[in-house]
């Protein structure tokens, strides 16, 4: 099994473009997560879905949307980049509803916005 | 949302133990505390979780208080390996239709010295 599968890992982008970032999990898990991680800084929540079907807004929703495609796909999208959106992504996943389901995370996608 | 205070850095020599405190004064009656650290270059994976007694595993032990307002991750003997920065969270509310928030904070950052 590969686990959370995040693509690309690595993306350059000019302020005002926009571009998705994948995430797929082969784990059959509910709930999946994308966190940002500045340089330095611990992971901050942007978005997660429990289930197919519904997302709930994280600390730092601004300027994303996601989408849960089916029960293995989650991506995020930024409509119009901008430099303070330069950060490490990571995608995770869990099974919900259960206190002690840990949470798997990929390798993480590398963003800069200039 | 009930949050978790850590110290941000910690040193400790190879072969000697690390304890990890974490404050968690506003801990609901249902939350589990769990561990994850992140490696270098790497996401973050999972270590060790618990409700009210202590844990062990292969990786680490926890020791949570009687109050459950403070836990400690107890590494028995750091490696070069331990390297890397150690989150404590709580699993957040469930909210029906909206599974588990889960949030991370600043982590420390242990420092193994050979």
């Known amino acids: 099994n590969a686990g959370v599968t995040q693509t690309p890992k690595f993306q350059v982008l000019k302020t005002g473009q926009s571009m998705t970032l994948q995430c797929a999990q082969d784990m059959n898990h509910n709930s999946m997560y994308w966190y940002r991680q500045d340089p330095g800084m611990g992971l901050r929540l942007i978005y997660y879905?429990?289930?197919?079907?519904?997302?709930d807004k994280g600390e730092v929703p601004n300027g994303y949307n996601v989408s849960r495609l089916n029960k293995r796909e989650f991506s995020l999208r930024l409509e119009s980049a901008a430099p303070s959106q330069t950060s490490v992504y990571f995608c995770?996943?869990?099974?919900?509803?259960?206190?002690?389901?840990?949470?798997?995370f990929g390798e993480g996608s590398r963003l800069t916005v200039l | 949302d009930a949050k978790t205070t850590q110290p941000n850095s910690m040193e400790s020599n190879e072969e000697e133990p690390v304890h990890l405190p974490c404050n968690h004064s506003?801990?609901?009656?249902?939350?589990?505390i769990h561990w994850y650290r992140q490696l270098p270059s790497q996401g973050p994976e999972y270590v060790i979780h618990?409700?009210?007694s202590n844990v062990n595993n292969r990786m680490a032990s926890l020791a949570i208080a009687e109050d459950r307002k403070s836990s400690t991750l107890i590494l028995h003997r750091a490696t070069l390996r331990d390297a890397a920065v150690y989150y404590c969270?709580?699993?957040?509310?469930?909210?029906?239709?909206?599974?588990?928030?889960?949030?991370f904070g600043g982590g420390t950052r242990v420092l193994v010295k050979p």
């Open positions: 969270i709580l699993r957040d509310q469930v909210i029906k239709a909206a599974g588990n928030k889960l949030t």
């Open positions: 879905s429990a289930s197919e079907g519904t997302t």
């Open positions: 995770a996943s869990r099974i919900t509803f259960a206190n002690t389901g840990e949470l798997f």
């Open positions: 618990g409700l009210t």
């Open positions: 506003t801990i609901s009656g249902t939350d589990y």
